[in-house]
């Protein structure tokens, strides 16, 4: 597996060149480095023995055998769309680890049919709603969507047609009944298998998720005349709060809180602040105890605001409920790296994957390599080469647990 987890890196820095901003790796939706992508896949793809189509919203998908595609198949892939200067690495290495893996099933005379997708759009950095390519194919396609307009005010469905695809098909880009599984590839994206020294990782689960945005609201006056035990100050409120997030969130095990946004007003040195907004994401695996945790933090806001002689809203952005990965994919992960010598390690992922869209179609599982650092959506994002070749093999023997089931 040495030589080939050389090739799958190799493969993924080939792929990184193809880009919209030369020098750093930008790929959009169904943008022009989107068709020389296409191009370098389907020649690999029919190189494996695959038969490859382009569906309506751009996702590229290759069936082994051809002639299979009306039998029980599992269903591999990630994204090749990126955020603005990325890694080499994110979506792109999930697609190419999933077709080295069908070329070894194919060496193997694995009797296990597989798909291939490559999802056109998972970072919704276009037209700003992420998942694009995993909703057609899971059937939660929004026509509605194709009204959306990128920053160029080009819509979706212009988009689509500009690529050569027919937006009227997206809704035959839902999977048949013969698809029983999906399971995806990808870096962590963060700092736990490092800290652990681990090298991959079953997720259990993609945590839920609540958006909000929360406003104090006081008084703005002259920072040298208003005396300190007369001041309505919006921001040393909103600061007092966010140190409460951070605090409440330290003592509640998997639990995370960010407040990544503030803006104040007049926002002016001189000028106590008398208005300030702040956003507000919250994520554990279990949403009740989100929920219970988004309530707790907005009653420390009225508090404070009570206090400080301020008034708080907050509004809601995103309610996004947990999505648990399939527990019996999931054993046959964890059983495929204990026999690869490896440990057993389960853990919930903190960022949303097309895995996510995927597990409300059928099930789905999700295996995790360490992030060296910790660091993604960055061009610093990397892989080991013996992480890689760890997924490999974790990856082969998964293909042979399943094929079992669906003899």
């Given at each position: 597996?040495?030589?080939?987890?050389?090739?799958?890196?190799?493969?993924?820095?080939?792929?990184?060149?193809?880009?919209?901003?030369?020098?750093?790796?930008?790929?959009?939706?169904?943008?022009?480095?989107?068709?020389?992508?296409?191009?370098?896949?389907?020649?690999?793809?029919?190189?494996?023995?695959?038969?490859?189509?382009?569906?309506?919203?751009?996702?590229?998908?290759?069936?082994?055998?051809?002639?299979?595609?009306?039998?029980?198949?599992?269903?591999?892939?990630?994204?090749?769309?990126?955020?603005?200067?990325?890694?080499?690495?994110?979506?792109?290495?999930?697609?190419?680890?999933?077709?080295?893996?069908?070329?070894?099933?194919?060496?193997?005379?694995?009797?296990?049919?597989?798909?291939?997708?490559?999802?056109?759009?998972?970072?919704?950095?276009?037209?700003?709603?992420?998942?694009?390519?995993?909703?057609?194919?899971?059937?939660?396609?929004?026509?509605?969507?194709?009204?959306?307009?990128?920053?160029?005010?080009?819509?979706?469905?212009?988009?689509?047609?500009?690529?050569?695809?027919?937006?009227?098909?997206?809704?035959?880009?839902?999977?048949?009944?013969?698809?029983?599984?999906?399971?995806?590839?990808?870096?962590?994206?963060?700092?736990?298998?490092?800290?652990?020294?681990?090298?991959?990782?079953?997720?259990?689960?993609?945590?839920?998720?609540?958006?909000?945005?929360?406003?104090?609201?006081?008084?703005?006056?002259?920072?040298?005349?208003?005396?300190?035990?007369?001041?309505?100050?919006?921001?040393?409120?909103?600061?007092?709060?966010?140190?409460?997030?951070?605090?409440?969130?330290?003592?509640?095990?998997?639990?995370?809180?960010?407040?990544?946004?503030?803006?104040?007003?007049?926002?002016?040195?001189?000028?106590?602040?008398?208005?300030?907004?702040?956003?507000?994401?919250?994520?554990?695996?279990?949403?009740?105890?989100?929920?219970?945790?988004?309530?707790?933090?907005?009653?420390?806001?009225?508090?404070?605001?009570?206090?400080?002689?301020?008034?708080?809203?907050?509004?809601?952005q995103m309610d996004q409920p947990a999505v648990p990965m399939d527990e019996r994919l999931t054993s046959f992960l964890t059983d495929a790296m204990e026999a690869a010598g490896l440990p057993a390690k389960t853990m919930p992922s903190g960022a949303g994957h097309d895995a996510m869209v995927m597990a409300t179609r059928l099930p789905t599982a999700m295996l995790f390599l360490r992030s060296p650092g910790g660091i993604s959506h960055h061009p610093d994002e990397k892989v080991l080469e013996i992480d890689v070749e760890a997924a490999l093999t974790v990856g082969l023997q998964f293909l042979q647990r399943l094929a079992l089931e669906v003899r």
């Amino acid at each position: 597996m040495n030589d080939r987890a050389r090739r799958v890196i190799a493969d993924c820095r080939e792929i990184a060149a193809m880009t919209e901003e030369p020098g750093r790796i930008t790929r959009r939706f169904l943008t022009a480095p989107v068709r020389e992508v296409h191009a370098w896949l389907i020649t690999r793809m029919e190189s494996a023995g695959m038969q490859v189509r382009v569906d309506a919203v751009g996702n590229l998908r290759g069936v082994w055998p051809p002639s299979t595609i009306a039998n029980p198949r599992l269903v591999m892939g990630s994204h090749i769309d990126t955020v603005p200067n990325a890694g080499a690495f994110d979506g792109v290495l999930g697609v190419i680890l999933a077709l080295h893996l069908a070329e070894l099933a194919r060496e193997r005379n694995l009797i296990l049919p597989i798909e291939l997708i490559a999802f056109s759009d998972e970072e919704g950095v276009r037209f700003e709603v992420p998942f694009l390519g995993s909703r057609a194919v899971a059937g939660r396609f929004d026509n509605a969507l194709l009204a959306l307009k990128d920053s160029d005010g080009i819509t979706l469905e212009e988009a689509i047609r500009a690529f050569g695809l027919d937006p009227a098909g997206i809704q035959d880009a839902k999977l048949d009944e013969n698809a029983i599984a999906f399971v995806e590839f990808h870096i962590e994206q963060g700092p736990v298998l490092e800290a652990e020294n681990l090298q991959v990782a079953a997720v259990t689960g993609i945590v839920g998720q609540s958006w909000l945005t929360v406003k104090f609201a006081g008084q703005a006056n002259h920072a040298g005349t208003t005396p300190m035990h007369l001041r309505r100050d919006a921001l040393a409120g909103a600061a007092e709060w966010i140190a409460a997030v951070e605090a409440q969130a330290q003592s509640s095990d998997g639990l995370v809180a960010t407040v990544g946004k503030v803006a104040a007003e007049p926002n002016a040195g001189n000028v106590v602040p008398g208005y300030v907004q702040v956003s507000l994401d919250v994520r554990h695996l279990n949403d009740r105890v989100r929920h219970t945790a988004v309530e707790e933090m907005l009653r420390r806001a009225e508090a404070i605001a009570l206090r400080r002689n301020l008034t708080v809203e907050s509004v809601y952005q995103m309610d996004q409920p947990a999505v648990p990965m399939d527990e019996r994919l999931t054993s046959f992960l964890t059983d495929a790296m204990e026999a690869a010598g490896l440990p057993a390690k389960t853990m919930p992922s903190g960022a949303g994957h097309d895995a996510m869209v995927m597990a409300t179609r059928l099930p789905t599982a999700m295996l995790f390599l360490r992030s060296p650092g910790g660091i993604s959506h960055h061009p610093d994002e990397k892989v080991l080469e013996i992480d890689v070749e760890a997924a490999l093999t974790v990856g082969l023997q998964f293909l042979q647990r399943l094929a079992l089931e669906v003899r």
